[in-house]
């Protein structure tokens, strides 16, 4: 068999993920210290596993609705405008495999062949390869460090064209950490709605970000929920990576669409993991803060430590990562990884994993404990001296 000839073109285009070539090599490595994977250290809240438990236990375990269980969804309604001021119905929710499927089924819902899809970056691995197997046409803007890896509106007025038909809006930012704030907000939405643009707003950390204000979403703002499908999940927010749940919220004629393609890929996300979701929208707040509190402290101590031995690095405002600088060695991002993993066994994943804008740049985790980030950045310390590029 010719399986070249076989295989679909766009899928035998797709990169693999450079998150998980790093993950891989290290898992081979025993006193290899890894801060690639954005995982929570934190285990799922025990009320969290309990509900699971116990809709085992009562024999919960046959399908649910397509959509998803009706009291997850109003559930997810009730939280949406409790901590956001988003406000939705029941048959606006689709309950997804992940938040990453959710992201797949609103642009195959949307995006047809030739459509262009704008996708700021550095971003998540995954926006760009499903754009292209919809036949789509990936449109990357690159963000700036000046800017805080902020989408400007005169970037996004400068990248529209008659064939716009989606706007990726990933904030809080995987991997950079950057926060739109309401300003930043209210003219990217002009320009939104100026043209009549559909924007998928990747929400999955809102509940993660530092200081005093909290995460606000551009559906919020006026004339934006119309034309904005929220993605979100439970994954970061409440450590439950491995429950694979996610969600969707937006325009009904859109979630009606997502909801006939979920159907016959999927039919439905996981019973228990629904079943366990139901109590972490209503018992879990109080945890959320705690993680969050946490992360915080790692945060400001990664900071200050990547910025004293001279890789550079601004203050990310959300999510669990810092995104410094490397160029001081004079490497790529690819290179400088693969020394530091060979030489120090620290995993971190290269900028370029995550967009062209991204070389330059590593990604750090810090959903990790304190001592495991001490450690890799005592190897870091050395690494940089050892090579002379540490800041004197």
Same mark, same amino acid.
């Given at each position: 068999?010719?399986?070249?000839?076989?295989?679909?073109?766009?899928?035998?285009?797709?990169?693999?993920?450079?998150?998980? #070539?790093?993950?891989?090599?290290? *898992?081979?490595?025993?006193?290899?210290?890894?801060?690639?994977?954005?995982?929570?250290?934190?285990?799922? @809240?025990?009320? /969290?596993?309990?509900?699971?438990?116990?809709?085992?236990?009562?024999?919960?375990? #046959?399908?649910?609705?397509?959509?998803?269980?009706?009291?997850?969804?109003?559930?997810?309604?009730?939280?949406?405008?409790?901590?956001?001021?988003?406000?939705?119905?029941?048959?606006?929710?689709?309950?997804?495999?992940?938040?990453?499927?959710?992201?797949?089924?609103?642009?195959?819902?949307?995006?047809?062949?030739?459509?262009?899809?704008?996708?700021?970056?550095?971003?998540?691995?995954?926006?760009? @390869?499903?754009?292209?197997? *919809?036949?789509?046409?990936?449109?990357?803007?690159?963000? =700036?460090?000046?800017?805080?890896? =902020?989408? *400007?509106a005169a970037q996004?007025?400068?990248?529209?064209? @008659?064939? *716009?038909?989606?706007?990726?809006?990933?904030?809080? $930012? $995987?991997?950079?950490?950057?926060?739109?704030?309401?300003?930043?907000?209210?003219?990217?939405?002009?320009?939104?709605?100026?043209?009549?643009?559909?924007?998928?707003?990747?929400?999955?950390?809102?509940?993660?970000?530092?200081?005093?204000?909290?995460?606000?979403?551009?559906?919020?703002?006026?004339?934006?929920?119309?034309?904005?499908?929220?993605? $979100?999940?439970?994954?970061?927010?409440?450590?439950?990576?491995?429950? =694979?749940?996610?969600?969707?919220?937006?325009?009904?004629? /859109?979630?009606?669409?997502?909801?006939?393609?979920?159907?016959?890929?999927?039919?439905?996300?996981?019973?228990?993991?629904?079943?366990?979701?139901i109590t972490a929208?209503?018992?879990?707040?109080?945890?959320?803060?705690?993680?969050?509190?946490?992360? $915080?402290?790692?945060?400001?101590?990664?900071?200050?430590t990547l910025n004293?031995?001279?890789?550079?690095?601004?203050?990310?405002?959300?999510?669990?990562?810092?995104?410094?600088?490397?160029?001081?060695?004079?490497?790529?991002?690819?290179?400088?990884?693969?020394?530091?993993?060979?030489? #120090?066994?620290?995993?971190?994943?290269?900028?370029?994993?995550?967009?062209?804008?991204?070389?330059?740049?590593?990604?750090?985790?810090?959903?990790?404990?304190?001592?495991?980030?001490?450690?890799?950045?005592?190897?870091?310390?050395?690494?940089?001296?050892?090579?002379?590029?540490? #800041?004197?």
């Amino acid at each position: 068999m010719n399986y070249n000839e076989l295989l679909a073109p766009a899928a035998k285009a797709m990169r693999p993920s450079g998150i998980r #070539k790093f993950f891989d090599l290290a *898992t081979d490595m025993p006193h290899c210290i890894a801060l690639g994977v954005g995982e929570p250290d934190f285990k799922t @809240p025990w009320s /969290v596993r309990d509900a699971g438990i116990r809709s085992l236990e009562q024999g919960r375990t #046959k399908y649910t609705a397509n959509a998803g269980l009706k009291e997850l969804r109003a559930e997810i309604c009730t939280y949406l405008a409790r901590r956001f001021d988003l406000h939705y119905q029941v048959p606006q929710v689709l309950v997804t495999v992940g938040g990453s499927e959710a992201i797949d089924l609103a642009i195959r819902a949307l995006v047809r062949p030739g459509d262009e899809v704008i996708i700021p970056e550095p971003c998540f691995v995954c926006y760009e @390869p499903i754009t292209q197997l *919809t036949g789509g046409v990936p449109v990357p803007i690159a963000t =700036r460090a000046e800017d805080e890896f =902020r989408l *400007t509106a005169a970037q996004l007025e400068a990248a529209i064209t @008659p064939r *716009t038909k989606l706007v990726v809006f990933p904030y809080p $930012n $995987n991997p950079t950490g950057a926060v739109m704030e309401e300003k930043d907000l209210q003219a990217v939405a002009e320009v939104l709605r100026r043209h009549d643009v559909m924007v998928l707003s990747d929400e999955i950390y809102s509940e993660l970000t530092y200081g005093t204000q909290r995460h606000k979403s551009i559906a919020s703002l006026p004339g934006m929920a119309e034309r904005t499908i929220v993605v $979100n999940g439970f994954s970061k927010s409440y450590a439950m990576t491995g429950w =694979r749940l996610g969600y969707a919220v937006g325009p009904e004629p /859109v979630i009606s669409v997502m909801t006939k393609i979920h159907q016959s890929c999927i039919m439905s996300a996981p019973t228990t993991s629904q079943y366990a979701a139901i109590t972490a929208l209503r018992q879990c707040d109080d945890q959320i803060e705690v993680m969050r509190d946490e992360y $915080n402290r790692r945060r400001r101590y990664l900071v200050k430590t990547l910025n004293d031995m001279g890789l550079t690095c601004f203050e990310p405002k959300g999510a669990f990562y810092v995104f410094p600088s490397i160029q001081v060695s004079g490497l790529s991002s690819e290179e400088f990884c693969e020394r530091l993993l060979r030489e #120090k066994e620290v995993a971190i994943i290269p900028g370029s994993a995550f967009g062209a804008s991204g070389e330059g740049y590593a990604r750090i985790s810090y959903a990790y404990s304190l001592d495991h980030l001490q450690t890799a950045m005592e190897r870091i310390r050395a690494f940089l001296r050892e090579n002379g590029w540490h #800041k004197a």
